[in-house]
């Protein structure tokens, strides 16, 4: 078994914050960011010039720190939508699942861990539960405050991109190289689209990929992971196939979540207008 495969403890008492504005905690002179909705991704870029170290770019300035940070965080193409998803404490709504407030707990463990560990998390749970924006939030967390390299990936998105090499626009091998350089790499939405051989077998390619580099690896899909029976499969099971499953059981820590759609009223209201700035 690849040593980076290894379980996780029990979560710690964690929550989610949703902020308008968001900043790295520091004194006035600290260098600063802000987040911004730039076409269909988010994009930081800090606040200068540096009081501290302006105009004579001094390279031990903690700016220049943040200035890399900031770039992983740019590459991590984390969708424009969730500009407000960030890992903070907050008081979990009275209404939430407890399996959601599991669901977080276990979130924020794995983003505070000191050195984070190898096996990701894989959420299975039914639309506008929160999966996605956790997974936004954690990409945020890992770049922004530990400068950790991730790349989050809708798996239907993806898939189109595949076929656009078909048609000669761009290289398949390119696009499956891009999802073996981060640390961690997060696959929203697996399974939601039509099924189909192949969309099964770019998965079950990348999960081989991630599994045989021993990369961190996250995923979500609203086909539920839990067996109706024993000695039966799940949904997801049956999908990905048993290969693939068996890999993702010494990848990830497998978490059902179920919840409130809070994209329906009278939580839809909550959708942000874009472009403006976190």
């Not at 300035?61 to 940070?69: A, E, G, P, Y």
């Not at 067996?227 to 990830?252: D, N, Q, V, Y």
Request: some cysteine; hydrophobic content about 35%; glycine content about 6%.
């Amino acid at each position: 078994m690849c040593p980076a495969h290894k379980s996780m403890g029990h979560p710690s008492q964690e929550t989610i914050m949703k902020s308008a504005r968001i900043a790295i905690p520091a004194p006035e002179d600290e260098p600063r960011f802000v987040v911004l909705a730039q076409s269909a991704v988010l994009k930081a870029e800090p606040v200068g010039p540096c009081r501290r170290c302006s105009p004579w770019e001094d390279a031990s300035c903690n700016c220049h720190r943040l200035k890399k940070r900031c770039t992983l965080f740019n590459a991590a193409m984390i969708p424009a939508f969730y500009i407000k998803a960030t890992l903070q404490p907050l008081q979990i709504h009275n209404d939430s699942s407890a399996s959601l407030r599991r669901t977080i707990k276990a979130v924020q463990q794995w983003a505070r861990r000191e050195r984070p560990p190898e096996q990701g998390l894989l959420l299975s749970g039914p639309n506008g539960v929160g999966k996605s924006f956790l997974m936004a939030a954690l990409a945020r967390s890992l770049t922004l405050d530990r400068g950790i390299s991730c790349l989050f990936v809708d798996f239907g998105h993806l898939l189109q991109r595949l076929k656009a090499t078909f048609n000669g626009q761009g290289l398949e091998y390119e696009v499956f190289e891009s999802l073996q350089q981060p640390q961690v790499l997060i696959i929203d939405d697996v399974g939601s689209h039509r099924v189909s051989t192949w969309s099964r077998d770019v998965f079950q390619t990348i999960i081989a990929a991630r599994y045989n580099a021993c990369g961190t690896t996250f995923v979500t899909t609203n086909l539920p992971i839990t067996s109706i029976g024993t000695g039966s499969f799940s949904h997801f099971e049956k999908w990905a196939g048993p290969h693939c499953t068996s890999r993702l059981a010494e990848m990830c820590f497998w978490i059902p979540v179920d919840g409130t759609d809070r994209r329906r009223p009278p939580f839809s209201r909550l959708r942000p207008t874009l472009p403006h700035k976190a």
